[in-house]
T-cell receptor, first 114, second 117 residues
Framework: DGGITQSPKYLFRKEGQNVTLSCEQNLNHDAMYWYRQDPGQGLRLIYYSQIVNDFQKGDIAEGYSVSREKKESFPLTVTSAQKNPTAFYLC?????????????FGQGTRLTVV | AQTVTQSQPEMSVQEAETVTLSCTYDTSESDYYLFWYKQPPSRQMILVIRQEAYKQQNATENRFSVNFQKAAKSFSLKISDSQLGDAAMYFCAYRSAFTGTASKLTFGTGTRLQVTL
């Protein structure tokens, strides 16, 4: 079945440590996205990529980094510079372009700083 | 920058009844897309319905329909014959239609829908 796989489902991080969230898709989509979800704030865009080896900052990129070495993969690293990393993180993908393309979402990763 | 506002943090509806969730947005663009996403307790985001701004006709998908008022920048979701499985968080989202914006979505803060017997 085609879809987006995020791992792990739950992740715990000690303060001062970097941690990487995995996102893999087999939908052959060019574009991929990372969103952060906090209670009462909806989803906010962290980074997005429209093509391999290229990515752009979203609205809340500070303290995060990404890479796009393969079309299928778009890992997100939460660095120690992110002051409040505890949140639910959602990865999405879509066909790139200007058409009314649906974004498909993974099941998310819950990150908790301990 | 575009903004999306959902003014109802929580709504409740009885099974088989109809409920309307509100959404307003602010944009200076003339061409865009609007979406309603559902997030059940599993937290998987599921597309419910979409609307192209250039279309005057309101979108419908089975029990789900929208009331799109472009001049008022309003995009409400109507759920008819509500079912227990409709209980979820509902997010309204905006996407620009301009080249180079990919499918970046701007979300509202969500409305939690409770369905009662």
């Amino acid at each position: 079945d085609g879809g987006i796989t995020q791992s792990p489902k739950y992740l715990f991080r000690k303060e001062g440590q970097n941690v990487t969230l995995s996102c893999e898709q087999n939908l052959n989509h060019d574009a991929m996205y990372w969103y952060r979800q906090d209670p009462g704030q909806g989803l906010r865009l962290i980074y997005y990529s429209q093509i391999v080896n290229d990515f752009q900052k979203g609205d809340i990129a500070e303290g995060y980094s990404v890479s796009r070495e393969k079309k299928e993969s778009f890992p997100l690293t939460v660095t120690s510079a992110q002051k409040n990393p505890t949140a639910f993180y959602l990865c999405a993908s879509s066909i790139a372009g200007t058409e009314n393309t649906e974004a498909f979402f993974g099941q998310g990763t819950r990150l908790t700083v301990v | 920058a575009q903004t999306v506002t959902q003014s109802q943090p929580e709504m409740s509806v009885q099974e088989a009844e109809t409920v309307t969730l509100s959404c307003t947005y602010d944009t200076s663009e003339s061409d865009y897309y609007l979406f309603w996403y559902k997030q059940p307790p599993s937290r998987q985001m599921i597309l419910v319905i979409r609307q192209e701004a250039y279309k005057q006709q309101n979108a419908t998908e089975n029990r789900f329909s929208v009331n799109f008022q472009k001049a008022a920048k309003s995009f409400s979701l109507k759920i008819s014959d509500s079912q227990l499985g409709d209980a979820a968080m509902y997010f309204c989202a905006y996407r620009s239609a301009f080249t180079g914006t990919a499918s970046k979505l701007t979300f509202g803060t969500g409305t939690r829908l409770q369905v009662t017997l």
